[in-house]
């Protein structure tokens, strides 16, 4: 059996790609391509339908400087906590009576957009509260939102940043299904109170992300802060 076929078996028992790599004993990065074909395959055979939503989060502070369109109904329980920026969304849908397919986001919602994504896991309902109190922790705090909001955000977040020149997280196709389809406009305005404002973080080649704001922007359109700066 040739390893695309381990995968698919693999696959169709539940595991995630992260749970298949290790089976097989190959790198995470050998395995995401062959998961995305098979997803492909599987998308052009059948269309299946949504699975539940268990649950949906974001940080408390998501708001942060933020437009909004006041007739959605979105509520921040901390606008005021000082986090402002990078949002994390994370979903949670139905995989079997016992299991949940998870997925985390962390997107620069002023920026770059989808800077980070871990999952999807196959996760039982332990392992998914020991796991959003891990990726909140740095955090004020977490929220039960929709995932109307949650796609507003995570997609929304993305269109913005590809105005600007940048790409989501390669892994992000992997898990942008558990959000559900994408088909609107976001009505969330983006960027630091409608203007871009680039944070450099820790993995950033903060020169590299200047030049691309600089294709499309003037130095007056956007703001930044950087490590020398």
């Avoid at 693999?10 to 097989?24: D, F, M, T, Y």
């Avoid at 450099?200 to 499309?216: C, H, Y």
Wanted: aromatic share 10%; hydrophobic share 40%; glycine share 10%.
């Amino acid at each position: 059996m040739d390893l695309k076929e381990q995968v698919r078996e693999l696959r169709l028992q539940g595991k995630s790609p992260k749970e298949i790599a290790r089976a097989l004993k190959v790198s995470p990065s050998v395995v995401a391509p062959l998961v995305r074909a098979i997803a492909a395959e599987t998308a052009e055979t059948a269309a299946p339908a949504e699975a539940e939503v268990v649950g949906c989060w974001t940080n408390v502070g998501w708001s942060e400087g933020l437009g909004l369109d006041p007739a959605r109904g979105w509520v921040d329980e901390a606008p005021d906590s000082g986090v402002g920026g990078m949002v994390c969304v994370l979903v949670a849908r139905r995989h079997t009576w016992d299991r949940l397919s998870v997925c985390g986001y962390l997107a620069d919602v002023y920026c770059m957009g989808v800077k980070s994504v871990i999952g999807p896991d196959v996760l039982d309902d332990r392992d998914l509260a020991r796991f959003r109190e891990y990726f909140f922790g740095e955090y004020p705090g977490w929220q039960e939102a929709p995932i109307e909001l949650a796609r507003h955000l995570v997609f929304g977040s993305i269109d913005h940043a590809r105005t600007l020149g940048f790409e989501p997280n390669d892994l992000f196709s992997l898990g942008s299904d558990l959000l559900g389809k994408w088909e609107e406009e976001s009505a969330i305005t983006f960027g630091r109170d409608g203007k871009p404002f680039y944070v450099e973080g820790p993995e950033d080649d903060a020169a590299k992300v200047l030049r691309t704001l600089r294709r499309t922007l003037s130095d007056d359109q956007f703001g930044y802060v950087t490590a020398g700066r």
